[in-house]
T-cell receptor
Framework: GEEVAQTPKHLVRGEGQKAKLYCAPIKGHSYVFWYQQVLKNEFKFLISFQNENVFDETGMPKERFSAKCLPNSPCSLEIQATKLEDSAVYFC?????????????FGPGTRLTVT | KQEVTQIPAALSVPEGENLVLNCSFTDSAIYNLQWFRQDPGKGLTSLLLIQSSQREQTSGRLNASLDKSSGRSTLYIAASQPGDSATYLCAPQDGTLTFGKGTMLLVSP
């Protein structure tokens, strides 16, 4: 597609439940990025993929967060045993390249509310 | 670790004014810098991308400059309109984007 698609738009989970978010990058883009926006404007990089391979996972909380990008499937970000502090908007972005000159295009985000 | 500061945090101007939003970053080893706008409850819209070798980039009423060596970028908005009201975010890229906290702009009619 021509836009980054994210589903669902909103997700409500009780503390301790699992949450799974999906992202379909722009067709032809080989890089996918996940960002977390907590509070109003605090963006945090989580993880990036080059095709199905993890490219950079330096921002990823290791214990409860996992992500995958499998061939012919939307990428996914999964949070096991959600905590109140996981409440945030999760944005996915895609790019032709992670290197210079290539814009990252963002999806509309998934708002996760943990109660 | 890259740190990005945006000044001012909030700005309120009457329609028609020209304005400047400032962004500074601590690590000049970047590939490029993107400016985004975010409307309340919405995603990010990319406004401009300046590559590290460029000094300026223009799109319509928007002009962004980059001084990589001093770690600064500015976004100039000419003849502001109420539709420009949004939060503007600066994000230098070194493989991943690092965001500032944004400037919340309100343009009143």
């Amino acid at each position: 597609g021509e836009e980054v698609a994210q589903t669902p738009k909103h997700l409500v989970r009780g503390e301790g439940q699992k949450a799974k978010l999906y992202c379909a990058p722009i067709k032809g883009h080989s890089y996918v990025f996940w960002y977390q926006q907590v509070l109003k404007n605090e963006f945090k990089f989580l993880i990036s993929f080059q095709n199905e391979n993890v490219f950079d996972e330096t921002g990823m909380p290791k214990e409860r967060f996992s992500a995958k990008c499998l061939p012919n499937s939307p990428c996914s970000l999964e949070i096991q045993a959600t905590k109140l502090e996981d409440s945030a908007v999760y944005f996915c972005a895609s790019s032709q390249s992670s290197e210079r000159g290539y814009e990252q295009y963002f999806g509309p985000g998934t708002r996760l509310t943990v109660t | 670790k890259q740190e990005v500061t945006q000044i001012p945090a909030a700005l309120s101007v009457p329609e028609g004014e020209n304005l400047v939003l400032n962004c500074s970053f601590t690590d000049s080893a970047i590939y490029n810098l993107q400016w985004f706008r975010q409307d309340p409850g919405k995603g990010l819209t990319s406004l401009l991308l300046i590559q590290s070798s460029q000094r300026e980039q223009t799109s319509g009423r928007l002009n962004a400059s980059l001084d990589k060596s001093s770690g600064r970028s500015t976004l100039y908005i000419a003849a502001s309109q109420p539709g420009d009201s949004a939060t503007y975010l600066c994000a230098p890229q070194d493989g991943t984007l690092t965001f500032g906290k944004g400037t919340m702009l309100l343009v009143s009619p």
